[in-house]
C-alpha cells in the first residue's frame, strides 16, 4: 500500500524557514513525480511545486518562487520542501502528492494529475 507522510510543519515567524519532508513507503518513489499543494479553510487546493521523477524538472507557483525550493532523494524516497522568507499569506496544510510511473523530465502542476496524497502537515506564518 503506497503512504506518502509530511513532515516539518510548525508555527513560524514571518521571515523564517521550514523545511518539509515528505517520506514513502510501499514502493521506490524513483519512477514518480511528485509535487506540493496547499489548502486553507474554505478554499481550493492550490499548486505549490512540482518535480520530475528524474529530478531534472521543476515547476513552482508564481507566488512562492524565488522563496521556495522542492527537492527530492530517492535514495531516503524522500521528497522536501524548502520555504524561505515565509509570509502570513503561507499559511495553510500543506499537502505532498505523488504521479506513479511519470515520464522521467514531467512536473505536474494540477491536484487531478497526481494518485496519492498525504494527510497533510500545517504551517501557520505569524505576522
Known amino acids: 500500500q503506497v503512504q506518502l507522510i509530511e513532515s516539518g510543519g510548525g508555527l513560524v515567524q514571518a521571515g523564517g524557514s521550514l523545511r518539509l519532508s515528505c517520506a514513502a513507503s510501499?514502493?521506490?518513489?524513483?519512477?514518480?513525480?511528485m509535487g506540493w499543494f496547499r489548502q486553507t479553510p474554505g478554499k481550493e487546493r492550490e499548486f505549490v511545486a512540482a518535480?520530475?521523477?528524474?529530478?531534472?524538472?521543476?515547476s513552482y507557483a508564481d507566488s512562492v518562487k524565488g522563496r521556495f525550493t522542492i527537492s527530492r532523494d530517492n535514495a531516503k524516497n524522500t521528497v522536501y520542501l524548502q520555504m524561505n522568507s515565509l509570509k502570513p499569506e503561507d499559511t495553510a496544510v500543506y499537502y505532498c502528492?505523488?504521479?506513479?510511473?511519470?515520464?522521467?523530465?514531467?512536473?505536474?502542476?494540477?491536484?487531478?494529475?497526481?494518485?496519492?496524497w498525504g494527510q497533510g502537515t500545517q504551517v501557520t506564518v505569524s505576522s
Open positions: 518535480i520530475s521523477a528524474s529530478g531534472v524538472s521543476t
Open positions: 510501499g514502493r521506490t518513489l524513483s519512477s514518480d513525480a
Open positions: 502528492a505523488r504521479r506513479s510511473w511519470a515520464l522521467p523530465n514531467l512536473s505536474f502542476t494540477t491536484a487531478t494529475q497526481y494518485y496519492y
